[in-house]
């Protein structure tokens, strides 16, 4: 079973139980629900590098990332060197990450958070607003056509922006209407592992216009 599916499939548990606890009423009385979202699009477009930091903790093929770093100082860091956007891994049981990481940092750096997580459900971007996220990450391989839009659709709607993973031609075609704001191409192949950067090089002149 791939890694994707492991974790998927683990999402669908942990989200069932989650909504019963934590419903979306309460999710939307959050200090952070009304917070105003900073443009990670524009952000990229201003910036010479459009480089996005990352903090990661671990992964399933790296136990032990970044333990001992505090998450303040490194996004801190990031913002210093000139990054156009921060990262946040938020899955715990793969990534040992937590939606806290994002209220810790919102308020201390001007540039935007992209809440990294695997998203499945429309439970899951209410939470990303609720925390204070400005962009979330929707991964075309784990989402058909009718998802991504009805995701993407939701997340708009609220004020978020939204980052589309693509590895191949195929998932570039399941974009439909205009709610994508980034495409983000994953030069590694997640059935195989095996990178190639020539990847972007062949994807990027299928990019539809109007998305960064």
Known sequence: MRILDKIVNHLKI????LSESVPILDLEKAEGFDRKCKSLKESIQKSKSGIICEFKRRSPSNKNINYTSNIIEVVKGYEKAGA????????????DGS?????????????????????????????????????ILLIASILTKEEILNFSSLAKS?????????????????IS??????????????????????????????????VC
């Open 99 to 135: 939606g806290i990481d994002i209220v810790n940092v919102r308020d201390i750096i001007d540039i935007p958070i992209l809440k990294k997580e695997f998203i499945i459900s429309e439970y899951q971007i209410f939470q990303a607003k609720s925390l204070g996220s400005d962009a």
């Open 84 to 95: 156009v956007g921060v990262s946040i891994l938020t899955n715990k049981k793969f990534f």
């Open 158 to 174: 609220l004020g978020l922006e939204v980052l589309l993973e693509v590895h191949s031609g195929i998932e570039l075609n399941k």
């Open 14 to 17: 942990e989200i069932e139980t």
């Open 177 to 210: 209407g205009n709610n994508i704001d980034i495409i983000g191409v994953n030069n590694r192949n997640l059935d195989t592992l095996e990178i190639d950067i020539n990847n972007s090089i062949e994807l990027y002149s299928m990019i539809p216009d109007g």
